[in-house]
T-cell receptor, first 111, second 114 residues
Framework: QKEVEQNSGPLSVPEGAIASLNCTYSDRGSQSFFWYRQYSGKSPELIMFIYSNGDKEDGRFTAQLNKASQYVSLLIRDSQPSDSATYLCAAYNTNAGKSTFGDGTTLTVKP | ETGVTQSPTHLIKTRGQQVTLRCSSQSGHNTVSWYQQALGQGPQFIFQYYREEENGRGNFPPRFSGLQFPNYSSELNVNALELDDSALYLC?????????????FGEGSRLTVL
């Protein structure tokens, strides 16, 4: 079992819809959680991070964290074709000094 | 603000050779970490350097080694290359040592081992 699990997808949503991306993690020592977007052939870029239970909103993006369930999610509202990419979930363990990534969920937003 | 730069962008080596990859961190960042990303997978943590010392390491053999210099730039060295070392190698800089949070990635060095 991988330390960070994501549905590989592909996830396909119509333009303007809400895309929901999910992630579970096994290391209870993880304190911070990150969502990165990676376009094909490019390097990951940070979308947002969360480290407290609950919701965190940034524009069209909302991250949700439930440490008891070891669950992180990312909602993308009003999805655009430019959101089509692979979304990587990462868990950061401060004591170990490392970020552990899932294998990503590929999202396609259809016009 | 200068972003993270990596070199070379692409390289081809043969099995058994050695390779050195280089990374310049983003201006003001004192922490550099290296990741290996195989096709279709997420980045795998190799190690992290903070103020010239390794302060975190993933499950990679000792033939993967690194350095960080006083200007916070870094090198990744891989000895005795194997076919499975073919991957995209990503350097990421951040601020804060073990408290490092957000990672800012370079464009990567794509290594092919024949």
């Amino acid at each position: 079992q991988k330390e960070v699990e994501q549905n590989s997808g592909p996830l396909s949503v119509p333009e303007g819809a809400i895309a929901s991306l999910n992630c579970t993690y096994s290391d209870r020592g993880s304190q911070s959680f990150f969502w990165y977007r990676q376009y094909s052939g490019k390097s990951p870029e940070l979308i947002m991070f969360i480290y407290s239970n609950g919701d965190k909103e940034d524009g069209r993006f909302t991250a949700q964290l439930n440490k008891a369930s070891q669950y992180v999610s990312l909602l993308i509202r009003d999805s655009q074709p430019s959101d089509s990419a692979t979304y990587l979930c990462a868990a950061y363990n401060t004591n170990a000094g490392k970020s552990t990534f899932g294998d990503g969920t590929t999202l396609t937003v259809k016009p | 603000e200068t972003g993270v730069t990596q070199s070379p962008t692409h390289l081809i080596k043969t099995r058994g050779q050695q390779v050195t990859l280089r990374c310049s961190s983003q201006s003001g960042h004192n922490t550099v970490s290296w990741y290996q990303q195989a096709l279709g997978q997420g980045p795998q943590f190799i190690f992290q350097y903070y103020r010239e010392e390794e302060n975190g390491r993933g499950n990679f053999p000792p033939r993967f080694s690194g350095l960080q210099f006083p200007n916070y730039s870094s090198e990744l060295n891989v000895n005795a290359l194997e076919l499975d070392d073919s991957a995209l190698y990503l350097c990421a800089s951040s601020l804060g040592g073990l408290e490092a949070r957000e990672l800012f990635f370079g464009e990567g060095s794509r290594l092919t081992v024949l």
